[in-house]
């Protein structure tokens, strides 16, 4: 997991790949690394993240902390300083639980196919609450196969990932698009449109005007027990 400032989610995200990880990576970044600095204060303390991650992962955390890296793929590249051995590799974001059950036969399928990269098919971008969803075809990769060298993916594995990037409070998301990676193609009134976003609003993607046309409810009773118990779970707008 690459991290600068945890969101509202860390913990959930862990403890749905904990159990099925043999150790895990948190490359935590002091400066934001995805090309973009910022004069706004981290919501989140490092002292925070780390206890968070220790509690959740204890004898399986890796810490690799850095004051700042150059680029986004320098951070992201950290986990494989320390995947020699291993047969698979696991990425996370903090803003990404996994439907944990699912994990062995991602694992199965990831292990015996033969592509180097998985892109995820079960995706679920979560809109302003955990009772509305944004659909597209992204298919982030989220599995990687160590034995594959020939670069080639497949974009089919079926794996649930509730992905809550824009479902944060506003403390959250100013200081995210504060130093985003796509800071400079954000469209302007982007933002403050999320934040008093109300139903029936349409294109609702931070750049694209062609995908995120609305967004679609969903019912939020089929979710996993660790997010029915999340504190954002009932409220209507988070």
């Not at 204890?58 to 951070?75: L, P, Q, S, T, V």
């Amino acid at each position: 997991m690459t991290i600068h400032y945890a969101g509202s989610y860390l913990r959930e995200a862990l403890e749905s790949v904990v159990d099925h990880v043999d150790k895990m990576v948190i490359a935590y970044s002091k400066q934001p690394s995805q090309g973009h600095g910022t004069y706004m204060d981290n919501p989140d303390t490092e002292g925070f993240i780390f206890d968070v991650c220790q509690d959740v992962l204890k004898d399986k955390m890796i810490w690799d902390r850095a004051e700042r890296y150059g680029a986004e793929n320098e951070h992201r590249a950290v986990k494989y300083k320390y995947s020699d051995g291993y047969d698979l590799v696991l990425t996370v974001d903090s803003d990404e639980v996994f439907a944990s059950e699912q994990l062995p036969a991602s694992f199965e399928y990831a292990y015996c196919g033969t592509d180097q990269y998985y892109g995820i098919d079960g995706y679920i971008n979560f809109w302003r609450s955990f009772n509305h969803i944004c659909k597209d075809g992204y298919r982030p990769i989220r599995l990687e196969n160590l034995h594959r060298k020939n670069g080639t993916q497949d974009l089919n594995l079926k794996q649930t990932i509730y992905h809550f990037s824009t479902c944060q409070p506003a403390r959250i998301m100013e200081y995210k698009m504060s130093c985003f990676g796509h800071k400079h193609e954000v469209r302007p009134e982007w933002l403050q449109m999320h934040l008093n976003w109300k139903p029936g609003q349409k294109w609702l993607h931070a750049v694209s005007l062609q995908i995120w046309e609305d967004a679609e409810p969903f019912d939020k009773t089929t979710m996993p027990d660790a997010l029915k118990k999340h504190p954002f779970y009932n409220l209507e707008a988070v």
